[in-house]
């Protein structure tokens, strides 16, 4: 092949990669989507940041649950 038939080709190469990299970007975001809605991304770092935090309580079955809830009312 010939310089100019490469350079061709290289740039079509090129701009293939380029539309595939759009496309696959586009369907990474309508795949994303939840069917609630799209969260608040504030929120979503004020949870992920807590549950990483240590927990303050240990819950030993469902009635220690419902005392906890009762003590905060």
Same mark, same amino acid.
């Given at each position: 092949?010939?310089?100019?038939? *490469?350079?061709?080709?290289?740039?079509? %190469?090129?701009?293939?990669?380029? =539309?595939?990299?759009?496309?696959?970007?586009?369907?990474? #975001?309508?795949?994303?989507?939840?069917?609630?809605?799209?969260? *608040?991304?504030?929120?979503?770092?004020? %949870?992920?940041?807590?549950?990483? =935090?240590?927990?303050?309580?240990?819950?030993?079955?469902? #009635?220690?649950?419902?005392?906890?809830?009762?003590?905060?009312?």
């Amino acid at each position: 092949m010939n310089r100019v038939t *490469n350079e061709k080709i290289y740039s079509e %190469i090129s701009t293939i990669k380029r =539309e595939m990299g759009i496309m696959r970007s586009l369907v990474i #975001g309508m795949l994303g989507r939840d069917e609630e809605g799209e969260y *608040n991304p504030v929120f979503v770092r004020k %949870i992920l940041r807590a549950a990483k =935090e240590k927990p303050t309580h240990t819950f030993n079955g469902c #009635g220690s649950l419902l005392e906890a809830i009762k003590k905060v009312k």
